[in-house]
């Protein structure tokens, strides 16, 4: 039976991109809270908190991460190291790379299959969506005059995982940030 | 919203130190604002020292949400609360046996208003000379003190008037962290109102007025003055039947009174309001009927057409007595003098000059025996 489609394609992957995080994030034990129009507007699409056990007296128990969330059809470049993304606005370069953050950002982008039948899949038994995202973080990335985008380079080691989401709230908790393409 | 200009971080480290929070002074070396509770094992909260920093507002907006979170309400709740910090805030609320009500007359809302205004002068004028009437609301420093004082958002769903007093709006050179002696002048007086009110409330609970009457018109220094309650009655609308509750929220960035809660409730029922007027005249018993020439303005014209064709009746005016108080009057006017009356309604600056004999009471107050109406324009 045909449906009225309500979302278009971009919309759905949007939508798939946020249920993949929120769903990676709830694994790994964080809360993940979608961002306000404000917060959208300064291109946060969420915000993840973990909560650690004490260390020394300067580290964060409670670590907060906002996340540019991104989903794309497109196969990315490989060049066997990291993964290609054109991010198509400069504002949120711009707002990705700042190094006097109070609350780390990163990227995180899902790589959909190109075909769209391929993107979930559900049964009875398991409930499947294909493929994964990558991150990085822009913290300190080069200021580049432009105003049509720029290419990311998305390390294939930082897969958006619950068990590397855990690791990088633990580096945030020292407030060790990572910087970009030092992966 | 521009939370860099509302929300200073010592305003919000200030509000979070006054729910036990705790800063973590390791973190000051990365610009960090890092606060934990013993309370909350495992939280905290983390902003920038510098609303210079990019991200400012949305870490705020991410404290604030914790904290609406942690202590149960809603983050609007929490952020009006975080930008009173340095105010001791009262609430005045009035409740209605109407549940339907959605509305007060407008008449009532100002009188409130009114009420608000002079209940912050007569305290702030008991705390520089206590006495049991002051026929002047009008020293220096009290005045200074209203103006001092900011009229906040109402809040939805009842007849809240808020109204802010900055603690350290008058007194820049008290110390850090005092003792309640030496608390900053505007703290004393919301200290004062909110001692005047316990003791008017208690003493009408406990049915010992004729008591506080007597120690208050006996003491050197009354807590409480006929000012005092002829504010509260401002708060009483008859038609409505309402109460009022008078919440003080103690400002977060200086000590509260020792014998405080956070938040102060006291509640004045409807049927308390007879009382405080009479106490109001007790405390002013030496008010009698004034017979005197009086300068004033005409305030509302609530005539009827006579048979003859003129309109005559009452008005309401605003009187300046000998000692420099004003008070609002009713008189009734034959047709000549209500014509003069409708002239200085109308114009601008007119006033006018009235001989009779102004009785004691509650505003408006009665003028009778009218032997001269008299138009003054400027």
Known sequence: ?183 | MNLETLIPPTNLRDYAKNQGWVLVKEAAKDRLCVMTNPRYQGRQLVFPMDTSAPDYSEAVMLVLDKLAAIEGRITSDVFKNVLEVGDDAIAFRVTTPQPDDRSVPLAFAGSMLAGAQQLLLASACTVLKPQVHHPRLSRTEAQQFLETARFRHTQPGSFVLNVSCPVQGLDVQAPLLPGEADAPFVRRATVKLRQSLGELVSAIETDTLDDLVAATKESDSPVLSANFCEALTRFEDSSLKNSLEIGVTWAGSIPRPSSENRTSLVRVQHDYFPRIEEIRRELRSKEEHLEDVFPGTVERLDGEMGPDGKRAGEVVLSLLTPDGEQVRARANLNADQYEQADKAHMKEGAFVKVKGKLHPGRQPRQLNDITSFELLIK
């Open chain 1, 1 to 183: 039976m045909a449906l009225m489609q309500g979302l278009s394609p971009p919309n759905i992957e949007s939508e798939l991109s946020h249920a993949y995080l929120h769903a990676v994030a709830s694994r790994a034990g964080l809360s993940c809270r979608n961002g306000n129009r404000h917060e959208d507007n300064n291109g946060i699409d969420a915000t993840l908190t973990a909560w650690l056990p004490p260390g020394d007296a300067s580290t964060l128990t409670e670590v907060s991460i906002n996340v540019q969330l991104k989903a794309t059809v497109d196969a990315p470049a490989d060049d066997g190291v990291s993964l290609s993304y054109f991010l198509r606005e400069p504002k949120r370069y711009n707002d990705l790379r700042s190094e006097t953050v109070a609350i780390p950002r990163i990227l995180v982008v899902l790589f959909l299959p190109a075909n769209e039948p391929e993107w979930l899949h559900h049964s009875p038994e398991q409930l499947i969506l294909r493929r994964c995202a990558y991150w990085e973080s822009l913290r300190g990335a080069p200021d580049i005059a432009t105003t049509s985008g720029t290419t990311i380079k998305l390390p294939k080691a930082q897969v958006f995982s619950p068990e590397g989401l855990k690791q990088l709230a633990e580096r945030l908790s020292r407030r060790a940030f990572p910087r970009y393409g030092a992966a």
